[in-house]
Protein backbone atom coordinates (compact mmCIF):
# COMPACT_ATOMS: atom_id res chain seq x y z
CA UNK A 1 0.00 0.00 0.00
CA UNK A 2 2.23 3.54 -1.12
CA UNK A 3 2.04 6.06 0.99
CA UNK A 4 -1.18 8.49 -0.02
CA UNK A 5 -3.83 10.34 1.98
CA UNK A 6 -6.11 7.75 2.99
CA UNK A 7 -9.61 8.41 4.58
CA UNK A 8 -10.12 5.94 7.85
CA UNK A 9 -14.08 4.47 8.28
CA UNK A 10 -14.49 2.73 11.56
CA UNK A 11 -15.17 -0.71 12.68
CA UNK A 12 -17.64 -1.07 16.03
CA UNK A 13 -14.81 -2.80 17.73
CA UNK A 14 -12.04 -2.20 19.92
CA UNK A 15 -8.21 -2.43 18.41
CA UNK A 16 -7.33 -5.90 17.40
CA UNK A 17 -4.88 -5.96 18.81
CA UNK A 18 25.65 -4.25 17.52
CA UNK A 19 25.75 -5.07 21.19
CA UNK A 20 28.95 -3.85 22.45
CA UNK A 21 31.21 -5.69 24.71
CA UNK A 22 32.73 -3.57 27.58
CA UNK A 23 33.10 -3.52 31.38
CA UNK A 24 29.90 -2.39 32.96
CA UNK A 25 30.38 -0.65 36.42
CA UNK A 26 26.55 -0.81 36.91
CA UNK A 27 24.67 -3.97 37.06
CA UNK A 28 23.90 -5.42 33.40
CA UNK A 29 19.98 -6.17 34.10
CA UNK A 30 18.65 -8.73 30.85
CA UNK A 31 15.01 -7.77 29.73
CA UNK A 32 12.85 -10.43 28.01
CA UNK A 33 8.87 -10.95 27.38
CA UNK A 34 7.27 -8.60 30.11
CA UNK A 35 10.37 -9.70 32.55
CA UNK A 36 13.61 -8.13 33.79
CA UNK A 37 16.76 -10.24 35.54
CA UNK A 38 19.78 -9.74 37.30
CA UNK A 39 22.48 -11.00 36.61
CA UNK A 40 21.21 -13.67 34.64
CA UNK A 41 17.45 -14.14 32.51
CA UNK A 42 16.58 -17.83 33.16
CA UNK A 43 15.17 -20.03 30.73
CA UNK A 44 11.56 -20.52 31.62
CA UNK A 45 9.79 -22.52 33.01
CA UNK A 46 10.30 -21.51 36.30
CA UNK A 47 8.28 -21.53 39.73
CA UNK A 48 8.63 -21.13 43.56
CA UNK A 49 10.09 -23.94 45.12
CA UNK A 50 8.82 -25.31 48.76
CA UNK A 51 12.68 -24.82 50.34
CA UNK A 52 13.92 -22.67 52.73
CA UNK A 53 16.33 -19.71 52.26
CA UNK A 54 19.79 -19.67 53.20
CA UNK A 55 20.48 -18.97 57.03
CA UNK A 56 22.20 -15.90 55.87
CA UNK A 57 20.00 -15.08 53.61
CA UNK A 58 16.91 -15.11 55.89
CA UNK A 59 18.72 -12.93 58.38
CA UNK A 60 18.43 -10.20 55.69
CA UNK A 61 14.88 -10.75 54.13
CA UNK A 62 12.81 -8.20 55.83
CA UNK A 63 15.74 -5.71 54.45
CA UNK A 64 15.82 -6.72 50.85
CA UNK A 65 11.89 -6.93 50.43
CA UNK A 66 11.54 -3.39 52.11
CA UNK A 67 14.36 -2.57 49.72
CA UNK A 68 12.57 -3.70 46.84
CA UNK A 69 8.95 -2.18 47.89
CA UNK A 70 10.88 1.24 48.57
CA UNK A 71 11.93 1.14 44.89
CA UNK A 72 8.65 -0.55 43.35
CA UNK A 73 7.21 2.83 44.97
CA UNK A 74 9.91 5.04 43.14
CA UNK A 75 9.56 4.65 40.21
CA UNK A 76 5.68 3.77 39.61
CA UNK A 77 5.37 -0.24 39.93
CA UNK A 78 2.56 -0.57 41.47
CA UNK A 79 -0.69 -2.11 40.47
CA UNK A 80 -3.71 0.87 40.43
CA UNK A 81 -5.96 -1.70 42.27
CA UNK A 82 -5.12 -2.12 45.52
CA UNK A 83 -7.15 -5.44 45.40
CA UNK A 84 -4.19 -6.49 42.53
CA UNK A 85 -1.16 -4.88 44.59
CA UNK A 86 1.23 -7.68 45.43
CA UNK A 87 4.47 -7.21 47.93
CA UNK A 88 8.04 -8.31 46.73
CA UNK A 89 8.98 -11.91 48.78
CA UNK A 90 12.57 -13.40 48.82
CA UNK A 91 11.37 -16.89 46.95
CA UNK A 92 13.32 -19.97 45.93
CA UNK A 93 12.97 -20.22 42.26
CA UNK A 94 14.04 -22.71 39.77
CA UNK A 95 12.53 -25.28 37.09
CA UNK A 96 9.61 -27.24 38.68
CA UNK A 97 10.32 -31.01 40.00
CA UNK A 98 13.98 -29.66 40.27
CA UNK A 99 14.86 -28.79 43.39
CA UNK A 100 18.58 -28.38 42.59
CA UNK A 101 17.98 -25.46 40.63
CA UNK A 102 17.05 -23.34 43.13
CA UNK A 103 17.93 -20.01 43.27
CA UNK A 104 17.07 -17.32 46.22
CA UNK A 105 15.40 -14.22 44.33
CA UNK A 106 13.77 -11.26 45.53
CA UNK A 107 10.85 -11.11 42.96
CA UNK A 108 8.94 -8.20 42.19
CA UNK A 109 5.71 -8.54 40.61
CA UNK A 110 4.25 -5.40 38.34
CA UNK A 111 1.64 -4.41 36.30
CA UNK A 112 3.72 -4.93 32.13
CA UNK A 113 3.97 -1.74 29.81
CA UNK A 114 6.21 -1.28 27.26
CA UNK A 115 6.28 2.65 28.43
CA UNK A 116 7.25 1.00 31.88
CA UNK A 117 10.22 -1.43 30.11
CA UNK A 118 13.18 1.29 31.08
CA UNK A 119 11.31 1.86 34.41
CA UNK A 120 11.65 -1.73 35.17
CA UNK A 121 15.41 -2.42 33.90
CA UNK A 122 16.11 1.05 36.48
CA UNK A 123 14.14 -0.44 39.10
CA UNK A 124 16.53 -3.98 38.50
CA UNK A 125 19.21 -2.37 38.41
CA UNK A 126 19.35 -0.17 41.53
CA UNK A 127 18.17 -3.59 43.35
CA UNK A 128 20.97 -5.27 42.30
CA UNK A 129 23.56 -2.89 43.28
CA UNK A 130 21.20 -2.81 46.85
CA UNK A 131 22.36 -6.98 46.74
CA UNK A 132 25.31 -6.07 45.95
CA UNK A 133 26.31 -3.54 48.75
CA UNK A 134 24.59 -5.77 50.96
CA UNK A 135 27.14 -8.89 50.02
CA UNK A 136 29.70 -6.84 51.40
CA UNK A 137 29.11 -6.76 55.21
CA UNK A 138 27.36 -10.57 54.86
CA UNK A 139 28.48 -13.61 53.84
CA UNK A 140 26.68 -14.37 50.60
CA UNK A 141 28.04 -13.57 47.13
CA UNK A 142 27.54 -10.58 45.25
CA UNK A 143 25.47 -12.34 43.05
CA UNK A 144 24.05 -15.41 45.00
CA UNK A 145 20.64 -13.69 45.29
CA UNK A 146 18.87 -12.49 42.04
CA UNK A 147 16.58 -10.04 40.81
CA UNK A 148 13.63 -11.04 39.10
CA UNK A 149 10.65 -8.62 37.84
CA UNK A 150 7.94 -10.42 35.92
CA UNK A 151 4.14 -9.34 34.69
CA UNK A 152 2.21 -11.82 37.20
CA UNK A 153 0.51 -13.40 34.15
CA UNK A 154 3.88 -15.04 33.97
CA UNK A 155 3.51 -16.56 37.46
CA UNK A 156 0.03 -16.44 38.21
CA UNK A 157 -2.81 -19.21 37.07
CA UNK A 158 -4.20 -18.03 33.84
CA UNK A 159 -7.31 -18.47 32.41
CA UNK A 160 -9.01 -18.53 28.78
CA UNK A 161 -12.49 -18.61 27.10
CA UNK A 162 -13.61 -18.61 23.52
CA UNK A 163 -14.99 -15.35 21.97
CA UNK A 164 -17.91 -15.97 20.31
CA UNK A 165 -18.66 -12.13 18.76
CA UNK A 166 -19.04 -12.66 14.99
CA UNK A 167 -17.06 -9.60 14.53
CA UNK A 168 -14.31 -10.64 16.58
CA UNK A 169 -14.37 -13.86 14.68
CA UNK A 170 -14.56 -12.54 11.36
CA UNK A 171 -11.53 -9.98 11.96
CA UNK A 172 -9.69 -13.16 12.90
CA UNK A 173 -10.04 -15.00 9.80
CA UNK A 174 -8.50 -12.14 7.95
CA UNK A 175 -5.41 -11.08 10.60
CA UNK A 176 -4.09 -14.72 11.42
CA UNK A 177 -2.79 -15.26 8.35
CA UNK A 178 -0.83 -11.78 8.61
CA UNK A 179 0.23 -11.89 12.14
CA UNK A 180 1.53 -16.14 11.23
CA UNK A 181 3.72 -14.36 8.77
CA UNK A 182 4.77 -12.01 10.73
CA UNK A 183 6.15 -14.09 13.37
CA UNK A 184 8.13 -16.39 10.61
CA UNK A 185 9.99 -13.57 9.42
CA UNK A 186 11.18 -13.01 12.69
CA UNK A 187 14.52 -14.77 13.83
CA UNK A 188 13.57 -15.53 17.08
CA UNK A 189 10.25 -16.91 16.29
CA UNK A 190 10.54 -19.07 13.04
CA UNK A 191 10.19 -22.11 13.59
CA UNK A 192 8.89 -22.13 17.04
CA UNK A 193 5.56 -21.06 17.08
CA UNK A 194 3.57 -23.79 18.62
CA UNK A 195 0.18 -21.53 18.81
CA UNK A 196 -1.73 -18.57 17.10
CA UNK A 197 -5.34 -17.77 18.63
CA UNK A 198 -7.99 -15.36 19.58
CA UNK A 199 -9.14 -15.85 23.01
CA UNK A 200 -10.72 -14.15 26.26
CA UNK A 201 -7.27 -14.41 27.83
CA UNK A 202 -6.13 -13.30 31.45
CA UNK A 203 -5.48 -14.08 35.20
CA UNK A 204 -9.22 -13.08 36.22
CA UNK A 205 -11.03 -16.59 36.89
CA UNK A 206 -14.07 -14.62 35.65
CA UNK A 207 -13.48 -15.98 31.88
CA UNK A 208 -15.53 -13.55 30.28
CA UNK A 209 -13.98 -10.39 32.50
CA UNK A 210 -10.42 -11.30 30.53
CA UNK A 211 -9.92 -8.85 27.57
CA UNK A 212 -9.60 -10.32 23.91
CA UNK A 213 -5.94 -11.23 23.15
CA UNK A 214 -3.94 -12.79 20.33
CA UNK A 215 -2.34 -15.21 22.05
CA UNK A 216 0.81 -16.75 20.81
CA UNK A 217 2.82 -19.24 22.34
CA UNK A 218 6.42 -20.68 21.00
CA UNK A 219 8.65 -23.09 22.58
CA UNK A 220 11.19 -22.57 24.99
CA UNK A 221 14.31 -22.49 22.72
CA UNK A 222 12.95 -19.17 21.29
CA UNK A 223 14.80 -16.30 22.14
CA UNK A 224 12.69 -14.19 24.33
CA UNK A 225 15.29 -11.32 24.53
CA UNK A 226 14.42 -10.41 20.71
CA UNK A 227 10.41 -10.40 21.35
CA UNK A 228 10.42 -7.00 22.20
CA UNK A 229 11.60 -3.68 20.33
CA UNK A 230 12.39 -1.09 22.52
CA UNK A 231 12.04 0.71 19.94
CA UNK A 232 11.58 1.06 16.02
CA UNK A 233 15.47 1.04 14.70
CA UNK A 234 15.00 0.39 11.38
CA UNK A 235 14.02 4.04 9.37
CA UNK A 236 10.86 4.84 8.77
CA UNK A 237 9.10 4.00 5.62
CA UNK A 238 6.41 5.79 3.24
CA UNK A 239 4.09 2.72 2.83
CA UNK A 240 1.53 1.57 4.96
CA UNK A 241 0.90 -2.23 6.21
CA UNK A 242 -1.88 -4.17 8.33
CA UNK A 243 -0.34 -4.00 12.05
CA UNK A 244 1.27 -0.44 11.85
CA UNK A 245 0.61 2.46 14.23
CA UNK A 246 -1.09 5.76 13.93
CA UNK A 247 -2.63 8.61 15.88
CA UNK A 248 -4.21 12.39 15.99
CA UNK A 249 -1.15 14.10 13.90
CA UNK A 250 -1.45 16.88 17.15
CA UNK A 251 -0.72 16.83 20.68
CA UNK A 252 -3.18 16.98 23.35
CA UNK A 253 -3.44 19.14 26.44
CA UNK A 254 -3.85 17.49 29.76
CA UNK A 255 -6.44 19.30 32.27
CA UNK A 256 -2.95 20.08 34.26
CA UNK A 257 -1.90 21.88 31.32
CA UNK A 258 0.71 19.49 30.36
CA UNK A 259 1.25 18.53 26.54
CA UNK A 260 0.76 15.06 25.88
CA UNK A 261 1.00 12.39 22.34
CA UNK A 262 -2.11 11.36 21.67
CA UNK A 263 -3.12 7.89 22.12
CA UNK A 264 -2.28 5.72 19.11
CA UNK A 265 -3.98 2.98 17.01
CA UNK A 266 -3.51 0.03 15.01
CA UNK A 267 -3.84 -0.32 11.38
CA UNK A 268 -7.07 -3.49 11.37
CA UNK A 269 -7.07 -4.07 7.67
CA UNK A 270 -7.81 -2.24 4.07
CA UNK A 271 -10.87 -2.41 2.50
CA UNK A 272 -11.67 -1.03 -0.94
CA UNK A 273 -15.38 0.56 -1.56
CA UNK A 274 -17.23 1.82 -4.94
CA UNK A 275 -18.43 5.44 -4.89
CA UNK A 276 -21.71 6.41 -5.80
CA UNK A 277 -20.56 9.47 -8.00
CA UNK A 278 -21.79 9.85 -11.49
CA UNK A 279 -17.99 8.48 -12.72
CA UNK A 280 -18.01 5.79 -9.82
CA UNK A 281 -14.04 5.03 -8.34
CA UNK A 282 -12.59 2.49 -5.91
CA UNK A 283 -11.29 4.45 -3.36
CA UNK A 284 -8.75 2.43 -0.21
CA UNK A 285 -10.03 2.81 3.36
CA UNK A 286 -8.25 1.65 6.55
CA UNK A 287 -10.54 -0.05 8.81
CA UNK A 288 -9.58 1.19 12.51
CA UNK A 289 -11.41 1.11 16.00
CA UNK A 290 -13.61 4.18 17.49
CA UNK A 291 -11.10 4.48 20.60
CA UNK A 292 -8.09 5.12 17.62
CA UNK A 293 -9.52 8.42 16.50
CA UNK A 294 -11.26 10.13 19.52
CA UNK A 295 -7.89 12.34 20.45
CA UNK A 296 -8.29 14.08 16.69
CA UNK A 297 -12.01 15.51 18.13
CA UNK A 298 -11.64 19.12 19.87
CA UNK A 299 -13.08 18.21 23.37
CA UNK A 300 -10.94 14.80 23.93
CA UNK A 301 -9.67 14.98 27.60
CA UNK A 302 -7.28 13.19 29.24
CA UNK A 303 -6.55 13.94 33.73
CA UNK A 304 -3.67 13.12 35.74
CA UNK A 305 -3.42 9.67 37.84
CA UNK A 306 -0.64 9.33 39.73
CA UNK A 307 2.22 9.01 37.66
CA UNK A 308 0.14 8.18 34.21
CA UNK A 309 -2.80 9.62 32.70
CA UNK A 310 -6.06 8.86 32.13
CA UNK A 311 -8.58 9.03 29.60
CA UNK A 312 -12.08 11.00 31.03
CA UNK A 313 -15.26 11.68 29.45
CA UNK A 314 -15.22 14.47 26.71
CA UNK A 315 -16.14 17.97 27.69
CA UNK A 316 -20.04 18.98 27.26
CA UNK A 317 -20.95 20.18 24.03
CA UNK A 318 -17.34 19.39 22.49
CA UNK A 319 -17.14 17.92 19.09
CA UNK A 320 -16.35 14.44 20.65
CA UNK A 321 -19.54 14.87 22.86
CA UNK A 322 -21.48 15.54 20.14
CA UNK A 323 -20.02 12.87 17.58
CA UNK A 324 -20.37 10.20 20.58
CA UNK A 325 -23.98 10.34 20.50
CA UNK A 326 -24.97 10.83 16.59
CA UNK A 327 -21.56 9.52 15.07
CA UNK A 328 -19.41 11.03 11.87
CA UNK A 329 -20.24 11.55 8.33
CA UNK A 330 -18.37 13.12 5.58
CA UNK A 331 -21.15 16.12 5.79
CA UNK A 332 -20.54 16.18 9.25
CA UNK A 333 -19.75 20.05 10.54
CA UNK A 334 -17.83 18.82 13.34
CA UNK A 335 -13.82 18.13 11.76
CA UNK A 336 -11.35 16.40 12.94
CA UNK A 337 -7.46 16.65 12.40
CA UNK A 338 -5.47 14.52 10.44
CA UNK A 339 -3.69 11.63 11.25
CA UNK A 340 -0.42 10.26 10.61
CA UNK A 341 1.81 6.94 10.63
CA UNK A 342 4.03 6.59 12.18
CA UNK A 343 2.37 8.22 15.22
CA UNK A 344 3.87 10.75 17.03
CA UNK A 345 4.00 9.07 20.48
CA UNK A 346 6.06 6.31 18.92
CA UNK A 347 8.54 8.90 17.34
CA UNK A 348 8.75 10.50 20.19
CA UNK A 349 9.37 7.81 22.36
CA UNK A 350 12.06 6.81 19.72
CA UNK A 351 13.81 10.18 19.49
CA UNK A 352 14.03 10.30 23.52
CA UNK A 353 15.78 7.06 23.58
CA UNK A 354 18.72 7.74 21.12
CA UNK A 355 19.09 10.90 22.97
CA UNK A 356 19.54 9.14 25.77
CA UNK A 357 21.63 6.46 24.01
CA UNK A 358 24.03 9.33 22.41
CA UNK A 359 23.88 10.31 26.34
CA UNK A 360 24.94 7.00 28.16
CA UNK A 361 27.65 6.34 25.04
CA UNK A 362 29.39 9.70 25.64
CA UNK A 363 29.34 9.11 29.27
CA UNK A 364 30.68 5.99 28.48
CA UNK A 365 33.13 7.19 26.16
CA UNK A 366 34.68 9.89 29.08
CA UNK A 367 35.11 7.27 31.23
CA UNK A 368 37.12 5.01 29.33
CA UNK A 369 39.66 7.78 28.57
CA UNK A 370 40.43 8.59 31.96
CA UNK A 371 40.86 4.67 33.07
CA UNK A 372 44.24 3.45 33.04
CA UNK A 373 43.87 0.18 31.20
CA UNK A 374 47.05 -2.24 30.86
CA UNK A 375 46.21 -2.76 27.13
CA UNK A 376 45.93 0.57 25.49
CA UNK A 377 44.59 -1.37 22.15
CA UNK A 378 41.85 -2.85 23.98
CA UNK A 379 41.28 0.99 25.41
CA UNK A 380 41.33 2.05 21.91
CA UNK A 381 39.03 -0.40 19.61
CA UNK A 382 35.80 -0.16 22.72
CA UNK A 383 36.00 4.02 22.08
CA UNK A 384 35.66 3.73 18.43
CA UNK A 385 33.54 0.88 19.02
CA UNK A 386 31.15 3.61 21.21
CA UNK A 387 32.00 6.35 18.65
CA UNK A 388 30.59 4.46 15.73
CA UNK A 389 27.60 3.61 17.93
CA UNK A 390 26.70 7.25 18.40
CA UNK A 391 27.79 8.60 14.84
CA UNK A 392 25.05 5.49 13.52
CA UNK A 393 22.54 6.59 16.26
CA UNK A 394 22.83 10.31 15.40
CA UNK A 395 22.27 9.63 11.74
CA UNK A 396 18.85 7.62 12.75
CA UNK A 397 17.77 10.27 14.53
CA UNK A 398 18.12 12.77 11.33
CA UNK A 399 16.46 10.65 9.03
CA UNK A 400 13.46 9.93 11.08
CA UNK A 401 13.30 13.72 12.11
CA UNK A 402 13.70 14.72 8.39
CA UNK A 403 11.12 12.22 7.48
CA UNK A 404 8.57 14.00 9.86
CA UNK A 405 9.78 17.28 8.79
CA UNK A 406 8.78 16.29 4.85
CA UNK A 407 5.39 14.98 5.94
CA UNK A 408 5.84 11.67 5.24
CA UNK A 409 3.92 10.77 7.84
CA UNK A 410 0.82 11.53 6.73
CA UNK A 411 -1.96 9.16 6.52
CA UNK A 412 -5.22 10.79 5.88
CA UNK A 413 -8.65 11.86 7.61
CA UNK A 414 -11.74 10.34 9.21
CA UNK A 415 -14.02 9.39 6.49
CA UNK A 416 -16.91 8.13 8.54
CA UNK A 417 -17.84 5.92 12.15
CA UNK A 418 -21.02 4.97 13.86
CA UNK A 419 -21.23 3.34 16.96
CA UNK A 420 -23.10 0.60 16.90
CA UNK A 421 -22.93 -0.44 20.57
CA UNK A 422 -25.30 2.24 21.31
CA UNK A 423 -27.83 1.39 18.39
CA UNK A 424 -29.44 -1.52 19.91
Same mark, same amino acid.
Given at each position: /?????????????????????????????????????????????????????????????????????? &??????????????????? /????????????????????????????????????? /?????????????????????? &??? =?????????????????????????????????????????????????????????????????????????????????????????? &?????????? &???????????????????????????????????????????????????????????????? @???????????????????? =????????????????????????????????????????????????????????????? @????????????????????????????
Amino acid at each position: /MARTMLPLILTTTNSILPNISCEMEAPRVISGFKRVAWPELRRLPLKTLMLRLPADIEQVRRDIESEAFS &IMKKHGLQFKDEEDDYRPE /MEIRGVPEKSSTGVPTILILAPWSTEKQRDWETAARE /MASFLADLSKVCSFGETDIHVE &ITA =PELVHRTYYTNIDDPVFQSAWECLSTTIFNRLQSLRAIQGHTTCLSLQKYGTNDVLDNNPPTVYISVGYDSDETQWLKKRTEDGYYSTVH &IGDDFGAARD &IKRTDGERLSPTNGTIGCFVQLKTSDPEPTWRTFILTSYQAVQPAFDGFTVTPNGTDSSVAPPT @RNSDLWTVDSVGYTPSSSVK =PTAFESPSRSKHHFNIRVIDEDVAYLTNRIQRWEEKDQPTKERQLQTIIAFRERIAALRDE @RKQKTEFLEANKQALGRLHAFYDLWDAT
